[in-house]
């Protein structure tokens, strides 16, 4: 069985992390995927502090085992949020889309461990120094707001940049993603796009039949533009805002454009305006599991890599 620090550090069995996925993660599926022995994690998303109170509570009724929250420190209730996980002691915070340094004080205060997703090294080395108890390099591989560099690059550089431990994200769906993130010097691995077809996600179905369906060039990145790029899977919405992003429309019209496009395509299942975020490697999932199916899959697929690892040398 692999075990890594990450195990000990966090009181899991498996090192992976179910990623925070907007109107997705909630606390059934969070639940599920600590039950099974990874750390599940709920979306904090935009929503207000009653919302993740209740989820949470859902989570809780699932698994007695350690769940995170992800913050998205750019949304409107952010420091009602912050308060909120103080008060109810998480084990662990994911963060993103900007630096949580505001909020680490207070967290760390309350006994949570703080693990946000980064892009860059520049960004790892301020949660570091913030306290961070571990940081996530994504790569450019990865569903939904994206940065600039691929997780083959990223993840090494983060590695020699911190002395934290570091999970890969981005490109990672079975179990040579994994063996290669432990290559690349990670600990462990955050996925999304792999859980959007666990069975305890709640996610439309059309969202589920789109990434069963897609192939290795199904995705698209767009909203470069603007600052903050997102990679979803190509439909009759983001062609269009692909078209619109280089075309003369004003910056406002563009975000007007994506508003409420992701609800539509989780909630509501609009296969044609509803935005579908999933990472390249959705060309790669292509069946439904429970979440500790696709956890025990993935590991023991892991296991078998990373024992013939040497059979090129001589």
Not at 85 to 92: C, G, M, P, R
Not at 113 to 122: D, L
Not at 237 to 248: C, L, P, R, V
Not at 280 to 288: D, F, S, Y
């Amino acid at each position: 069985m692999i075990k890594t620090p990450l195990c000990d550090l966090l009181g899991i069995e498996y090192p992976i992390f179910q990623g925070g996925m907007a109107w997705i993660s909630d606390g059934k599926l969070a639940g599920a995927v600590s039950e099974a022995g990874g750390l599940g994690i709920i979306s904090a998303m935009n929503a207000d502090a009653d919302y993740l109170r209740e989820q949470i509570k859902i989570a809780r009724e699932i698994t007695k085992k350690p769940f995170g929250v992800n913050v998205m420190l750019m949304s409107p209730h952010v420091a009602e949020v912050a308060q909120v996980l103080a008060e109810e002691k998480v084990a662990v915070i994911t963060t993103g889309a900007g630096n949580p340094a505001k909020y680490m004080p207070m967290w760390l205060e309350a006994g949570i461990k703080v693990i946000p997703v980064v892009a860059s090294t520049g960004m790892a080395k301020l949660c570091q120094k913030a306290g961070a108890t571990a940081v996530i390099a994504e790569g450019n591989e990865s569903g939904g707001h994206i940065g600039e560099t691929n997780t083959l690059p990223l993840v090494p550089q983060v590695v020699d940049t911190v002395d934290i431990p570091v999970l890969a994200a981005g490109g990672i769906a079975d179990g040579r993603g994994v063996a290669a993130a432990f290559m690349l010097g990670a600990v462990g691995v955050q996925l999304g796009t792999r859980f959007l077809v666990a069975k305890e996600c709640g996610v439309h179905e059309n969202y589920k039949k789109k990434v069963l369906k897609a192939g290795d060039r199904s995705t698209i990145s767009t909203g470069k533009r603007l600052g903050h790029p997102v990679r979803s899977i190509e439909n009759q919405f983001s062609k269009g805002y692909f078209k619109a992003e280089y075309s003369t429309m004003p910056d406002d019209e563009l975000e007007q454009l994506a508003a409420g496009a992701l609800y539509k395509a989780a909630i509501l299942g609009d296969e044609k305006q509803g935005c579908f975020l999933a990472g390249q490697v959705a060309g790669m999932v292509n069946k439904e599991q429970t979440s500790e199916e696709i956890i025990k899959e993935i590991f023991a697929e892991a296991e078998e890599v990373l024992k013939g690892a040497t059979k090129w040398l001589i």
